[in-house]
Antibody, heavy 122, light 107 residues
Framework: QITLKESGPALVKPTQTLTLTCSLSGFSLSTRGVGVGWIRQSPGKALEWLAIIYWDNDIYYSPSLKSRLTITKDTSKNQVVLTMTNMDPVDTATYYC??????????????WGQGTLVTVSS | EIVMTQSPATLSVSPGERATLSCRASQSVGSSLAWYQQKLGQTPRLLIYGASTRATGVPARFSGSGSGTEFTLTITSLQSEDFAVYFCQQYNDWPLTFGGGTKVEIK
């Protein structure tokens, strides 16, 4: 059974750095073709793609947030970590991690975590 | 970046009726288009990829069509569990971008 689970702080202060962890089960980040991405959703708003990391450590970021984001993977723990610096109240959102299925040109997401709500407030 | 525009923002439909949702891309994305369903308080669920291929377990009443810049998600004979928000996503080019969503509500 494939599952993803996000973990991290529910509340961060403005200017702080957010660190979120996505723990994977039922599939491995070391498997060829696997990718894990992060997507966020502000309350009542649309989805916004943030970053993705592939099994071979290929990485892509949203250009609008690239300067603030870092995505890494720990294959031994089967986890993906996203850090976002200089948090602002506008970054308040539910943050999801999701799996990109194996295959050519499959840059969509077939399994999603439950999401974790992050509020930015002093 | 490719901007995805969904219409209408809200669609009021009676159970058993057909719903037609539109998604337009600011430039061609070929067939690299996915649709997701998100029920209130829940995680997005992949419905369609490749513009017209249903994901595993998705009922046949959901169908996708289109290519290039114009795409449609059709839900025939709406069931109570289909009332939700639907998002499209292009994956032809970086950055990956989503539409603003269409809320399908009970008429």
């Amino acid at each position: 059974q494939i599952t993803l689970k996000e973990s991290g702080p529910a509340l961060v202060k403005p200017t702080q750095t957010l660190t979120l962890t996505c723990s994977l089960s039922g599939f491995s980040l070391s498997t060829r073709g696997v990718g894990v991405g992060w997507i966020r959703q502000s309350p009542g708003k649309a989805l916004e793609w943030l970053a993705i990391i592939y099994w071979d450590n290929d990485i892509y970021y949203s250009p609008s947030l690239k300067s603030r984001l870092t995505i890494t993977k720990d294959t031994s723990k089967n986890q993906v970590v996203l850090t976002m610096t200089n948090m602002d109240p506008v970054d308040t959102a539910t943050y999801y991690c999701a799996r990109r299925p194996v295959g050519d040109y499959t840059r969509f997401f077939d399994y999603w975590g439950q999401g974790t709500l992050v509020t930015v407030s002093s | 970046e490719i901007v995805m525009t969904q219409s209408p923002a809200t669609l009021s439909v009676s159970p058993g009726e057909r719903a037609t949702l539109s998604c337009r891309a600011s430039q061609s994305v070929g067939s690299s288009l996915a649709w997701y369903q998100q029920k209130l308080g829940q995680t997005p669920r992949l419905l369609i990829y490749g513009a017209s291929t249903r994901a595993t377990g998705v009922p046949a009443r959901f169908s996708g069509s289109g290519s290039g810049t114009e795409f449609t998600l059709t839900i025939t004979s709406l069931q109570s569990e289909d009332f939700a928000v639907y998002f499209c996503q292009q994956y032809n080019d970086w950055p990956l971008t989503f539409g603003g969503g269409t809320k399908v509500e009970i008429k």
